[in-house]
């Protein structure tokens, strides 16, 4: 069995690391992979990196053909970044899932796993406040001026199509938000927070957190980038599904408290100040979550127990982040 992971980030990065210690060897395609940031997480020895663009049909085919690939797991985005531009971020996300899917269909790969986005749902939220667990079934709806979650809302429906229409095997990850230890690009507002809360201890220099898209009121959900690749590689190898979508998130959601309170378990001196009210949601939006996701599909079909908890992906962090100064 070949898999091709389509985006050498740091979920892509992950499910590569997850498949080595499986025995495998995953290929990890990306346009321009950061090999030092790959490196720190999986042996590059243990897997195949090719340099391709999910927007080029020749390289995905010449790809897949030589590699005899049996699944795709398509983590290639634009993350929504200050600096991502429109029209590329439309390119990628959506037009670049559409050339994984042709290929997959012209070539009779078993199945494309797709990296989808609690984001989902956030546009529904200001309208129908969740009152009870979130699951798969609540309302979608696009952020106004969010490029980034309306790219997922259409590549995930894109993606359903592809399924329905044309017998694409198709399974759509709607993953919360990604932490853990990752020297990459950042994408996410929460591998930011960690970023400066960590390494300001680290270098005993006082933390100032003056934007609001760096707390949030509530609980939000994410999840442990150990747990995301473990949840992507059960995807892939599921039999019989009964659903096609489905909500990864940890075992449980994290205040903005709960998280600060778990990194000054390693640095009780830790000097935060925070500026900004810590209220609304998670990233600057204007609900703040007090129902969990609901992973129980996720459980159910796929087999998925989140294997890393709050106290756990911190104190992997922290460690991570202490040899890095260190030079190790």
């Keep these: 069995m070949t898999t091709l992971i389509t985006g050498a980030g740091q979920v892509g990065t992950y499910v590569a690391r997850a498949l080595v210690e499986r025995g495998e060897t995953p290929i990890l395609f990306d346009i321009n992979p950061r090999v030092e940031a790959i490196r720190e997480i999986v ?79 956030y546009g529904a939220y200001p ?90 009121g509530g609980r939000e959900g994410f999840v442990h980038v150990r747990n995301a690749a473990h949840a992507l590689v059960l995807a892939r190898d599921a039999h019989k599904l009964e659903h096609r979508t489905f909500i990864i998130t940890d075992a449980r959601q994290y205040s903005f408290a709960e998280f600060l309170g778990e990194i000054r378990k390693h640095f009780p001196d830790m000097d935060v100040e925070i500026k900004v009210p810590v209220s609304g949601g998670y990233a600057g939006t204007s609900v703040a979550l007090e129902q969990p996701y609901d992973i129980s599909r996720a459980r159910e079909e796929l087999g998925y127990h989140p294997q890393v908890d709050l106290a756990q992906g911190v104190a992997e962090y922290v460690d991570w982040a202490r040899r890095k100064q260190a030079g190790g």
């Design 43 to 121: 042996s590059l020895d243990r897997i195949k990196l090719v340099r391709g663009s999910v927007l080029d049909m020749t390289d995905l085919i010449q790809t897949i053909r030589a590699e005899a690939v049996d699944a795709i797991v398509h983590t290639a985005a634009v993350l929504p970044t200050p600096d991502a531009k429109p029209h590329l971020t439309v390119q990628v996300n959506v037009i670049g899932l559409v050339n994984v899917l042709e290929a997959a269909r012209a070539l009779d790969v078993r199945r494309v796993v797709y990296t989808s986005s609690v984001v989902l749902h």
């Design 127 to 216: 309208k129908q406040p969740p009152k009870a667990p979130i699951t798969e079934e609540a309302p979608v709806e696009r952020i106004p001026g969010f490029f980034y979650g309306t790219t997922k809302i259409a590549a995930e429906y894109i993606g359903l199509d592809y399924a329905d229409a044309l017998g694409v095997d198709f399974v759509a990850l709607r993953l919360g938000h990604v932490w853990g230890a990752w020297s990459g690009p950042f994408g996410a507002p929460i591998s930011i927070l960690l970023y400066l809360l960590v390494n300001g201890a680290l270098s005993r220099r006082k933390v100032v957190i003056d934007q609001p898209v760096l707390v949030w």
